[in-house]
């Protein structure tokens, strides 16, 4: 199975290598609240996922998924438009084989952003919080099985898994735009039903500032490549064991489009910064 993973990222990646006329160092994946940083880019090329060999499609969302190679901020970027999750039945591996692709083309910087539900009673839906460590309760790997040495090593050190400089950079572009950042650590569960309010007391007691669905299996992959990161989640909703309301999808996706203007400025003068 490893094998034949194996082998389809390297059709993918040779296919990618003729298709596209330079690749870019900065990747960036277009999450929830980020959707909009797409419309900014002025894309010379654009190849839907289903033309590109073994990416996956999908079924649910309005976009089935497209990569788009251009200029953004006077740099260099390519972008991933149409996301996967651990929920719609995928496996980790198979969720970032676009990345791990990507990666070995000459990718060397990820921006990635989610949409999250608030566990720190300090943060109030709106908030951006850059993801400054994570925990992974996902029940699968990417990295699970044979490992090849060229893509990275066995036991990834995540010691340092969210870039310190890429950080810094992104606090600098906040300061100048007078956006306050929160900071945090963000775990990811498989979903897709939302947390009780017992695993909501859980997920604040073991040390997470944010819970969402995503993220964390596309860092694993960018890290093992080798991969500068810099995470950043929207807080579309605030979860309080105590007092737990009912998480409305309609008021998360609110919350997200909301504060999409503001993030995608934050990365937009990042990305100058890079
Ligand atoms: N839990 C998990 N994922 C989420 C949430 C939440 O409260 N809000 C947005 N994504």
């Known amino acids: 199975m490893a094998e034949n993973y194996f082998e389809k990222v390297e059709e993918a990646r040779q296919f990618l290598e003729e298709a596209l006329p330079f690749v870019p160092e900065i990747l960036i994946v277009l999450g929830t609240g980020l959707s909009g940083l797409g419309e900014r880019i002025k894309a010379e090329v654009v190849i839907p996922y289903r033309e590109i060999p073994h990416f996956p499609i999908s079924t649910v969302e309005s976009h089935a998924g497209e990569l788009l190679v251009g200029e953004l901020s006077g740099q260099r970027v ?3 438009r149409g996301r996967f999750h651990y929920y719609e039945g995928y496996s980790t591996r198979e969720i970032t084989l676009p990345l791990r692709v990507m ?3 000459g990718a060397r910087i990820l921006i990635v952003s ?5 566990l720190n009673l300090e943060f109030r839906p709106g908030d951006l919080m850059l993801i400054r460590d994570h925990i992974n309760l996902i029940p699968d790997n990417p990295l699970r099985g044979p490992n090849r040495e ?4 066995r036991f990834p050190d995540l010691s340092q898994a969210y870039s310190a400089r890429l950080r810094k ?10 956006e306050e950042i929160r900071e945090g650590v963000y775990v990811a569960v498989p979903g897709p039903s939302l947390e009780t309010p017992a ?14 669905m995503s993220t964390v299996p596309e860092v694993i992959v960018a890290v093992h490549a080798g991969m500068e990161v810099l995470g950043v989640s929207v807080i579309a909703n605030v979860n309080d064991p105590d007092n737990f309301q009912p998480i409305l999808l309609e008021e998360v996706i609110a919350q997200a489009q909301a504060a999409e203007a503001r993030l995608t400025r934050l990365i937009e003068r990042f990305i100058e910064k890079l």
């Not at 989610?114 to 608030?118: F, R």
């Not at 060229?150 to 090593?153: A, I, R, S, T, V």
């Not at 695993?199 to 819970?211: K, Q, S, W």
């Open 78 to 80: 390519a972008a991933f």
């Open 199 to 212: 695993e909501t007391r859980f997920l604040r007691l073991i040390g997470a500032d944010a819970v969402g």
């Open 169 to 178: 950079l992104f606090l600098e572009a906040a300061r100048e735009l007078e």
């Open 114 to 118: 989610n949409a999250a539900g608030g």
């Open 103 to 105: 990666s070995l083309l």
């Open 150 to 153: 060229d893509w990275g090593p």
